[in-house]
């Protein structure tokens, strides 16, 4: 499996020129751009499940891609291959991370302790990949939605014994997770939600989603992991309605469990636009409410419906992301991790690098160009003049609890208050913004 990509040479960077396909033409890892290099800022990870896991199968045909790691065998000695190609693209890549599920990496097996078992071999398989490499884990997770056991949830599965189930998976992922030195581990809750109100008890559910949480917590501190945990918001799919429907929900029930010091967000740009927002406004919210963790790069299609996970090619929209990042302060243990697939039809060895290279160049150039806009910063000078009445005296006594609903209604009639609007000058910054994109 080592061969799959040999004759894929090592992806360098040869500036925007350059016409050789499996070049970078924005992303180079060590230039500075701020004190910091691109490496530094981006902290790409690429996924395993995606790039290894899947055949190419959708629900209307077969897989397509005839992964020579993923026929028929020894369940084991494919789980080590699928380590062996996995690795050879990671380093040829040259994204610094990697991320994963824990059936990902190893087989789920017959039986709980064959899982244990198996997890635990392939621990010691990626940790000397890593050491080979000098690969890093951005973070790991358990996968505990895709089981049929899981149809009806994990945390807020019925049966207790389901919940026990899903507990023994995050427990022994996010014990891998520290042994490989990975940065975070994220929690998504893939069935954490419900198909119909006739048979679900949502109060009962949310109490149980969040003892898990709390149990979670305890285990990381019990173990000593340094790295943050993540949440990852998803609205509506695969359930009707899913608990973690986007960010400002996570918010309120991390508020409602007392977790909110304990989790951050892990956002997915296509579950953000899944759920009616856009991506910036995902990560804006994420900064307000300082919940703000990592991100799952990709894009959906604007005329689906469903979570398509495409590779992201929008420097409109990575600008303004890396703006808020940036902004913001950079990264501390996140970054830029691609969730992304082929498209069926892209069958050969080099398009997974192609995809790859499209969205780190994509990303590269948003943060280009958001470094620009921040060097002059016209839209933070702006937001600050919007609201700095809120300075006033008048302003600082009604947020320090100072005035009533009584004494503001006193005060416009003692001073006759007839304030005028103020434009809010939207299509200016909006072709302020494309001066810059596109300079």
């Known amino acids: 499996m080592n061969n799959y990509f040999e004759n894929i040479p090592a992806i360098k960077y040869e500036g ?4 050789n396909p499996l070049a970078f033409k924005h992303y180079n890892p060590k230039e500075e ?29 077969a897989g ?12 084991m000695e494919r789980a080590k291959q699928k380590a062996d190609v996995a690795f050879s693209f990671f380093e040829k890549l040259g994204a610094p991370f990697y991320c994963f599920h824990d059936i990902d990496v190893a087989p789920e097996g017959e039986s709980v302790n064959e899982y244990i078992r198996n997890l635990s071999e392939m621990t010691d398989v990626l940790a000397r990949k890593q050491d080979e490499t000098g690969m890093k884990l951005l973070w790991g997770t358990a996968n505990v939605f895709s089981h049929p056991r899981y149809m009806s949830g994990a945390a807020t599965n019925p049966n207790p014994e389901i919940f026990t189930r899903a507990a023994t998976q995050v427990y022994h992922a996010m014990n891998a997770t520290k042994t490989l030195g990975g940065e975070n581990y994220v929690l998504w809750g893939g069935r954490e939600g419900y198909e119909t109100l006739l048979n679900t008890d949502l109060k009962r559910e949310r109490q149980q989603f969040g003892r898990f949480m709390n149990m979670v917590v ?6 000593g992991f340094k790295g943050l945990l993540l949440i990852e918001p998803k609205p509506q799919e695969p359930t009707k309605h899913q608990y973690d429907y986007d960010t400002a929900t996570v918010h309120g029930f991390l508020k409602e469990f007392g977790l909110e010091k304990e989790f951050a967000v892990n956002i997915e740009a296509n579950h953000a636009t899944l759920s009616g927002h856009s991506f910036h406004h995902e990560i804006a919210t994420a900064f307000a409410l300082d919940i703000f963790g990592s ?68 990303c590269a150039l948003g943060l280009k160009k958001a470094y620009k806009m921040l060097s002059n910063d016209i839209l933070s000078e702006n937001v600050k003049s919007r609201y700095a009445e809120w300075d ?46 596109y300079k």
């Open 295 to 362: 991100i799952d790069a990709n894009r959906g299609d604007p005329q689906l419906g469903w979570d398509t996970d495409q590779f992201p090619n929008s420097v409109e929209e990575m600008t303004l992301i890396c703006y808020e990042i940036l902004k913001n302060g950079g990264y501390t243990s996140g970054g830029f991790n691609f969730d992304t697939k082929l498209r069926r039809q892209s069958l050969d060895a080099e398009d997974l690098f192609l995809g790859h290279i499209g969205g780190m160049d994509t």
């Open 64 to 75: 397509t891609f005839n992964r020579p790691w993923l026929a028929a065998g020894n369940p």
């Open 218 to 223: 305890e285990h990381k501190h019990k173990i």
């Open 392 to 437: 006033s005296a008048l302003g600082r006594n009604i947020l320090e609890g100072n005035m009533s609903l009584a004494s503001l209604a006193e005060h416009a009639q003692t001073n006759g208050l007839e304030p005028k609007p103020v434009s809010g000058k939207q299509e200016g910054l909006e072709n302020y913004v494309n001066r810059i994109i």
């Open 16 to 19: 925007a020129e350059s016409t």
């Open 33 to 61: 751009i701020g004190g910091k290099t691109m490496e530094e800022h981006l902290r790409f990870a690429a996924c395993y499940w995606h790039n290894f896991c899947w055949d190419g199968a959708d629900v209307f045909g």
